[in-house]
């Protein structure tokens, strides 16, 4: 893909979204959309698109003669508040409307890292993706959400250390640790080494929702969020619960992991997050002797869904059997071998994503 083509693909959230409201009342349903018109005229700066088709508008409710809405956005983003109130001001039979804002402090762009199955090394591609973004010259934070296989501290050489929490303005907040100029906060820096994390129902929820919304990390290009593997109830929390802005899928070459790719995607597409692409991992094996790659779990696979689900294919990430002893000692690929493959594919990715999302570099997307 090219550094100067937006990676963004946007769902018909209308139709699908279970963030907007699906009344009966016919009264109700016209002005729903009526309303969801008025919003489609609130562009973003920078991505170019509307705050419907971002993802931004959730929780859409029009109550008798009033509007109710939460707005999803990033910390550069909030001109877009008094945006969205002046244009449904403009709405005869809206006497007030009332917009809830969230957004996590000092975070300027949230992005899922997701898979449709483990094994396919979701946390491997957030490990590795971060520090290139931190090689580009980023500010990072990556949050490792995965509640049943939390791996990234050791994948990023954390050690198991007691979170501290400091009083802030807004009041307390975990203080997230640092590695590799990665700011990094994880489920498993807050469980007993060796302990299964049986976390259920309600319990499992607070977690999830403190881990968004009270952790303090400072200023931030980028928060990268690795999700459990799948499409459960922890998943649709954390997609429901932060302004993510997009989502990266995480998939292998063979054909019996599409159909796990297509459930993933189209659980972000319901509830109107963008899929920004597709990470195809373990793609293929260069032969040290000839140079010529080998694949051996088959190939097409990331092509093919990609083309299906209209979503690009962000890179093939070769099969390096050093990017599991750098992952088992603490060190990314790019930071270890920069000169390597798979060092490269992921600096490509993260320059990709640097163009997307840079204001200086705004004039691209358009």
Request: net charge negative.
């Amino acid at each position: 893909m090219s550094n100067h083509q937006s990676p963004f693909k946007y769902s018909n959230v209308e139709g699908t979204s279970e963030s907007l409201q699906h009344p009966a009342n016919p009264l109700i349903e016209s002005r729903r959309q009526e309303a969801i018109g008025i919003l489609k005229q609130v562009t973003d700066s920078i991505l170019k698109n509307n705050i419907v088709s971002l993802g931004m508008v959730r929780n859409l409710r029009i109550v008798d003669d009033y509007i109710y809405l939460r707005l999803y956005i990033g910390a550069h983003q909030h001109y877009l508040q008094e945006q969205t109130q002046q244009a449904l001001s403009s709405l005869t039979w809206c006497k007030k409307a009332y917009i809830q804002l969230c957004t996590i402090p000092g975070v300027k762009t949230t992005i899922a890292i997701s898979s449709g199955k483990g094994g396919v090394g979701k946390s491997t591609t957030s490990v590795n993706l971060a520090a290139a973004l931190k090689l580009c010259g980023a500010r990072v934070g990556l949050l490792d959400a995965d509640v049943y296989g939390p791996n990234v501290p050791q994948m990023l050489g954390v050690r198991q250390s007691e979170v501290q929490v400091i009083d802030t303005a807004q009041g307390q907040r975990f203080l997230p640790l640092e590695a590799h100029g990665i700011k990094v906060m994880s489920v498993g820096l807050l469980a007993e080494p060796e302990h299964p994390l049986a976390w259920r129902g309600p319990v499992l929820h607070k977690i999830i929702t403190q881990f968004i919304t009270e952790v303090e990390w400072g200023e931030l290009d980028y928060l990268l969020i690795d999700l459990p593997p799948g499409t459960g109830d922890a998943q649709i929390t954390i997609i429901q619960e932060s302004p993510i802005c997009g989502a990266i899928i995480v998939t292998t070459p063979q054909q019996v992991a599409i159909s796990d790719v297509r459930r993933s995607i189209n659980m972000f597409r319901q509830v109107g997050v963008p899929v920004l692409g597709i990470i195809e991992n373990m793609s293929y094996l260069v032969c040290k002797h000839c140079g010529e790659p080998s694949h051996i779990f088959g190939s097409g696979g990331g092509e093919q869904i990609a083309a299906e689900l209209q979503a690009p294919l962000l890179g093939k990430i070769p099969i390096e059997p050093h990017i599991c002893t750098a992952g088992d000692v603490g060190q990314p690929m790019p930071i270890l071998e920069p000169g390597s493959l798979v060092a490269q594919v992921f600096m490509e990715i993260a320059k990709t994503l640097n163009t997307t999302f840079s204001s200086e570099n705004s004039t691209a997307l358009q």
